[in-house]
Each structure stands twice: as structure tokens, then as C-alpha cells.
């Protein structure tokens, strides 16, 4: 009988509460990796971590970068869209997500971007 391989598709490891911050205060000592290997121990075989800002992919990125069944997705969560805006220069923003997109698929870590990402730079 083969075992069941669980794969947990959309962990938020970029919370704060990670990094043991809760409403700005520092309320424990970074335990993510205390998380993961209780994942790990419950037979959880891939985590792919969710990116829901261009920071947060970056942070998603680099999380998975840490560990070989660790995966992310870039991109930004529809609630956050105005941050193209905000950042002052909404195509340069967009640019360094599609970047940050191909980087991680070139190192096999990116799996999937929240939007169909196309080079307009051409």
C-alpha cells in the first residue's frame, strides 16, 4: 500500500505571526521552522508558500529557496492591487514582479504567479 502524499498548497509563512509578531508587538521568537518541521513530522511532503505583495514574494522566494520541498508563488493578493499604485511607478512595480517570477521558475521554485504574467517590455 502506498502512502498518501500531502502537498499544502497556500501557506502563509510571510505573516508576521512567523516571526512572532502579533498586532506590531514581538510576541515570541521566530518559529517557522518549528512549523515547518511539525508539518514535516504530520506527512506533509511539499509547502508551497503564498506571496501575496511583491515583498512578500520576494520573502516567499527566499523561504523556499531554504528547503527542496519548499515552492512559492509570486504575484498580489486582489485586496492588495493598489500597490501597484502607491509604488509611484506602477510598471516598474509590475516589471520587478514578472522578474522575480521568471528568477524563481529558473530555479525551479516559483510554481505558480497570480496572474498571467507577460513581458510588455518588448
Same mark, same amino acid.
Given at each position: 500500500?502506498?502512502?498518501?502524499?500531502? *502537498?499544502? *498548497?497556500?501557506?502563509? !509563512?510571510? %505573516?508576521?505571526?512567523?516571526?512572532?509578531?502579533? =498586532? /506590531? @508587538? #514581538? !510576541?515570541?521568537?521566530?518559529?517557522?521552522?518549528?512549523?515547518? #518541521?511539525?508539518?514535516?513530522?504530520?506527512?506533509?511532503?511539499? *509547502?508551497?508558500?503564498? /506571496?501575496?505583495?511583491?515583498?512578500?514574494?520576494?520573502?516567499?522566494?527566499? *523561504?523556499?529557496?531554504?528547503?527542496?520541498?519548499?515552492? !512559492?508563488?509570486?504575484?498580489? =493578493?486582489?485586496?492588495?492591487?493598489?500597490?501597484?499604485?502607491?509604488?509611484?511607478?506602477?510598471? @516598474? =512595480? &509590475?516589471?520587478?514582479?514578472?522578474?522575480?517570477?521568471?528568477?524563481?521558475?529558473?530555479? /525551479? @521554485?516559483?510554481?505558480? #504567479?497570480? &496572474? #498571467?504574467?507577460? %513581458?510588455?517590455?518588448?
Amino acid at each position: 500500500m502506498t502512502s498518501l502524499k500531502m *502537498i499544502d *498548497i497556500a501557506v502563509n !509563512c510571510t %505573516d508576521g505571526m512567523f516571526k512572532g509578531l502579533y =498586532h /506590531g @508587538k #514581538n !510576541c515570541h521568537v521566530p518559529d517557522i521552522a518549528t512549523v515547518l #518541521n511539525r508539518a514535516w513530522s504530520a506527512g506533509v511532503d511539499r *509547502i508551497i508558500v503564498t /506571496g501575496g505583495s511583491l515583498e512578500e514574494s520576494r520573502e516567499a522566494l527566499a *523561504i523556499a529557496e531554504t528547503d527542496g520541498r519548499l515552492f !512559492c508563488t509570486v504575484g498580489v =493578493h486582489p485586496t492588495r492591487c493598489n500597490e501597484f499604485e502607491e509604488s509611484g511607478d506602477p510598471e @516598474k =512595480h &509590475y516589471q520587478a514582479l514578472f522578474s522575480l517570477a521568471k528568477e524563481g521558475m529558473q530555479k /525551479g @521554485k516559483v510554481l505558480a #504567479n497570480s &496572474y #498571467n504574467l507577460v %513581458d510588455t517590455s518588448n
